[in-house]
């Protein structure tokens, strides 16, 4: 089946830094989606993207779906101590039988005051 | 705003027990998902139920079963528990199988088989 590949697993950063993490995937999605989950909490769903190339921003968030449709990247600029969690990426694609999310295995992000 | 409730938040269990964790939705969605969560595996989906009266098995599905009791509610039973079932479960919902917009999560049950 599809599988994601994401990365970093986990990133220990100095709040007011910048942060980067990507998803990559052997074949093409239709939708990208980044969720947030938070200790004790389900996700929630950040940032959804719906064609290739496509460049959306959420506040601090920006996240692209690539132009192969095999990738998507989130960053976030200036962090601060709120932002910690575990950052999932997840495709879609609709149109067929199912339309089931694949999610990435997560980004643990910890943010130093 | 309840969104996706789900019961119990907490469990423990001994092998050989048996549970329902309970979900419903208020959303009025026709899509409704049982998920589990282990360190470092991300999220595996374990059935999902496309549209009220269907269920179908996803990634992992073996000791468990699922009951779609009406459009809102969706419900995930072991039924002899085991240590390798020790693991947070989330419920998951949206408006059909597809749909451009993802899925709505509830807050989760951490369940430990001892």
């Known amino acids: 089946g599809q599988q994601l590949n994401q990365s970093p697993q986990s990133m220990f950063i100095q709040e007011g830094e910048d942060v980067s993490m990507n998803c990559t995937s052997s074949?093409?999605?239709?939708?990208w989606l980044w969720y947030k989950q938070e200790p004790g909490e389900g996700p929630v769903l950040l940032i959804a993207l719906y064609k290739a190339g496509e460049l959306t921003s959420n506040g601090r968030l920006t996240a692209q779906f690539g132009i192969t449709r095999k990738d998507s990247f989130l960053n976030i600029s200036a962090s601060i101590p709120s932002d910690v969690g575990i950052y999932f990426c997840?495709?879609?694609?609709?149109?067929?039988?199912?339309?089931?999310?694949?999610f990435g295995k997560g980004t643990k992000l910890s943010v130093k005051p | 705003n309840a969104g996706v409730t789900q019961t119990p938040k907490f469990q423990v269990l001994k092998t050989g027990q048996s549970m329902t964790l309970q979900c419903a939705q208020d959303m009025n969605h026709n899509s409704m998902y049982w998920y589990r969560q282990d360190p470092g595996m991300g999220l595996r989906l374990i059935y999902y139920s496309a549209s009220e009266g269907t269920t179908d098995k996803g990634e992992v599905p073996n000791g468990y079963n699922v009951s779609r009791l009406n459009k809102r509610e969706f419900s995930l039973r072991l039924e002899s528990a085991a240590p390798s079932q020790t693991s947070v479960y989330f419920c998951a919902s949206s408006v059909r199988p597809g749909t451009v917009v993802g899925y709505t999560f509830g807050s989760g049950t951490r369940l430990t088989v001892v």
């Open positions: 074949s093409i999605f239709n939708t």
């Open positions: 997840a495709g879609q694609n609709y149109g067929g039988s199912q339309g089931n999310l694949i």
